[in-house]
Structure formats: structure tokens, C-alpha cells
């Protein structure tokens, strides 16, 4: 069974950073496409960002430029770094194993984490 287990959420004024963490347990991390979506109330949990094994990152248009996805196959941990935060990046955020789905789509993916809050507002 695999863990997936998020941290690092808060709340940021605009403009400021957040880095988060997603922890996964066992042995084929490194095999995977891992991805962070994220669901504001009232929306439905849409992509963000997902990194491959090989290392290739792909991010939607939307944090394009301010985030920053990356992986640590030593430590089976993902982050996401998130500069020049806005309101509109409120949400809470999903950390996903992706299976044999497209990563743009929370359906192509097996195993989530519990989420962590991001609040962005002065």
C-alpha cells in the first residue's frame, strides 16, 4: 500500500512563498510520474504541476513561471516550491501518484495524499 503524506501549507501574504512536501512510501517511487493538483470550495481539484522519472516537469498555465516542481527519489519525497503567490492560488493542495492515466487529469491517478491548505491573502 502506498502513503502519500503532504506538508508545508499555511498562510502567505501575496507575493510570498511556500514550499511543499509529499512523503511516499515504498520502494518504486522513483518509477513514477508524482503530481500536485490542487481544489479550491465550490471547484473541481485541477492540475498544477507533475514531474517524471526521468526528471522532465510539465505545469499548467496558470502557475507556469512561479512554481517550481521537483523530486528526491533518494528521500521518496516531491516538492513544490511556490513563488509570487496570488489569492487565486488558495486551495488545498494534492500530492498524486500518477498511474497509467494522463497526469493533466485527477483521474489518471492511483494513490493521493490527504492535502494541505494554502492560503494566500493579506
Known amino acids: 500500500q502506498v502513503q502519500l503524506v503532504e506538508s508545508g501549507g499555511g498562510l502567505v501574504q501575496p507575493g510570498g512563498s511556500l514550499r511543499l512536501s509529499c512523503a511516499a512510501s515504498?520502494?518504486?517511487?522513483?518509477?513514477?510520474?508524482m503530481g500536485w493538483f490542487r481544489q479550491a470550495p465550490g471547484k473541481e481539484r485541477e492540475f498544477v504541476a507533475a514531474?517524471?522519472?526521468?526528471?522532465?516537469?510539465d505545469y499548467s498555465d496558470s502557475v507556469k513561471g512561479r512554481f517550481t516542481i521537483s523530486r528526491d527519489n533518494a528521500k521518496n519525497t516531491v516538492y513544490l516550491q511556490m513563488n509570487s503567490l496570488k489569492p487565486e492560488d488558495t486551495a488545498v493542495y494534492y500530492c498524486?501518484?500518477?498511474?497509467?492515466?494522463?497526469?493533466?487529469?485527477?483521474?489518471?491517478?492511483?494513490?493521493w495524499g490527504q492535502g494541505t491548505q494554502v492560503t494566500v491573502s493579506s
Open positions: 498524486g501518484r500518477a498511474g497509467k492515466g494522463s497526469h493533466y487529469y485527477a483521474v489518471g491517478y492511483d494513490y
Open positions: 515504498g520502494r518504486t517511487f522513483r518509477s513514477y510520474v
Open positions: 514531474v517524471a522519472s526521468s526528471g522532465t516537469t
